[in-house]
């Protein structure tokens, strides 16, 4: 059974920090990309940031320079790093890995950017 498990949301004011993890069980984590989305109040999820098995990232354009995917093979573990964090950053971040019929998702973890 495959589980992502979010956690390292929160409350910051803008500007601030937040580091956001995600343990999953149950995939050869090695060997699967993963990616971080979002989702705002009212708007569509979108994709936030991923990286290749082998390391590569991608970033949308509005978080490039502040936000870092990461990730930690040894502990199955997916980060990404949330610096200067503005406004409309301020959503529901989601996990995702590939498989299945349409991939596998976290539960979520709420990001509020706020002052």
């Known amino acids: 059974q495959v589980q992502l498990v979010e956690s390292g949301g929160g409350l910051v004011q803008p500007g601030g920090s937040l580091r956001l993890s995600c343990e999953a069980s149950g995939i050869s984590f090695s060997m699967n990309a993963m990616a971080w989305y979002r989702q705002a109040p009212g708007k569509q999820r979108e994709l936030v940031a991923d990286i290749s098995r082998g390391g590569t990232t991608m970033y949308r354009d509005s978080v490039k320079g502040r936000f870092t995917i990461s990730r930690d093979n040894a502990k199955n573990i997916v980060y990404l790093q949330m610096n200067s964090l503005k406004l409309e950053d301020t959503a529901v971040y989601y996990c995702?890995?590939?498989?299945?019929?349409?991939?596998?998702w976290g539960q979520g973890t709420q990001v509020t950017v706020s002052s």
């Open positions: 995702h890995t590939e498989g299945g019929s349409f991939g596998y």
